[in-house]
């Protein structure tokens, strides 16, 4: 991961160094872009909500996540449904998947409390029936 | 994703082109570090080992692991264990977390019948006491 952040570093400082030429924006390799996820911290949630079937409800909850993952300390972040696999072993039973990436525990702290992620809560507790969450770190 | 696609090729374009000027060499924004997850599919599994406890079996289950990812069709891969974080939602009874990406299910699909696969689960079936699969895809 050190080896990663100080790439990014270099090349954000590239990159601005040869925007002037022409030649490459700062923007083509930002942070959130250019890494991998191997030293993430992972913040895993699983939301089974009490009408799955009805589009109003589903909307709703749809607009919360994607402001819920404007929270700065995430680095990236995916918003998914169940796919079309089927095995014994697979769990598609959930609603909604929210996965998303921190840098470390800190910034994941910060995101539990951040005002965003309180709105969210408030606005969409009642959607839901049942919550996981699977909190992961590096072996 | 598409959009992404097209600035990697763009960055790996622009990147070649600078090598000779002693800027930025290509591998600084070569495929597979330079993403977003947020339109792959997801594939996490967590593993509870039978005996969790014990460092021998601990140590083949994760050098099974990191022969596992090694399948070609992973664009990046996270092995975790839980964090040290404790909330009632929070499920930390696991003993192994593997989330993998795909950039598709067809890459998905090559992987659940790829050779290494399958000998991992020849080799560690016997480790564990039960396996959870979420396979998710963007909404």
């Not at 079937?53 to 998914?80: W, Y």
Request: proline share 4%.
């Amino acid at each position: 991961m050190k080896n990663k952040y100080k790439r990014r570093t270099f090349i954000k400082t590239a990159g601005a160094g040869m925007a002037g030429a022409g030649l490459l924006s700062t923007s083509s390799c930002s942070p959130g872009e250019n890494f991998t996820i191997k030293d993430m911290f992972i913040h895993h949630v699983f939301f089974w909500l009490k009408q799955p079937g009805t589009q109003e409800v589903r909307n709703k909850f749809e607009q919360a996540l994607k402001d819920l993952v404007t929270v700065e300390t995430i680095v990236d972040f995916h918003l998914g449904v169940p796919a079309p696999t089927n095995r014994e072993v697979i769990d598609t039973t959930y609603s909604y998947s929210l996965l998303t990436l921190f840098k470390n525990k800190e910034d994941q702290d910060i995101y539990q409390t951040h005002p965003k992620h309180l709105k969210f809560i408030e606005d969409c507790q009642d959607l839901w029936e049942r919550v996981v969450v699977y909190d992961t770190i590096s072996i």
